[in-house]
């Protein structure tokens, strides 16, 4: 599951439910909502495969949007993306 939610407004603008997303698959979802919505200065990633790959790295660089990784194993650095991701389940 790939959530993308906004920090000041606490809304989910995108999400994403598959059982094998590449980087490739995710920058296409990315680039449709910065049609509607425009590019985020930053946004924070766990450590999964499709969110480190060079993919996105490559993309962060075309589009200047900072990538903020968090130190794998601790979603505390991200309480608010563990706690959508939580609910998601559960409502989904």
């Known amino acids: ?4 939610a906004d920090e000041l407004s606490r809304e989910c603008l995108l999400q994403v439910v598959g059982f ?6 995710l920058i296409r979802e990315l680039n449709r909502l910065a049609q509607q919505r425009g590019l985020p200065a930053r946004i924070v990633l766990d450590d999964g495969p499709e969110l480190t790959s060079e993919a996105m790295f ?3 660089k075309r589009t200047k949007v900072r990538l903020h990784l968090i130190q794998p194993g601790k979603l505390a650095q991200d309480t608010f ?3 959508l991701a939580g609910r998601s389940a559960t409502v989904a």
């Open 1 to 4: 599951m790939f959530n993308v």
């Open 20 to 25: 094998s997303m590449s980087g490739q698959c």
């Open 58 to 60: 490559f993309s962060s």
């Open 81 to 83: 993306a563990a706690s």
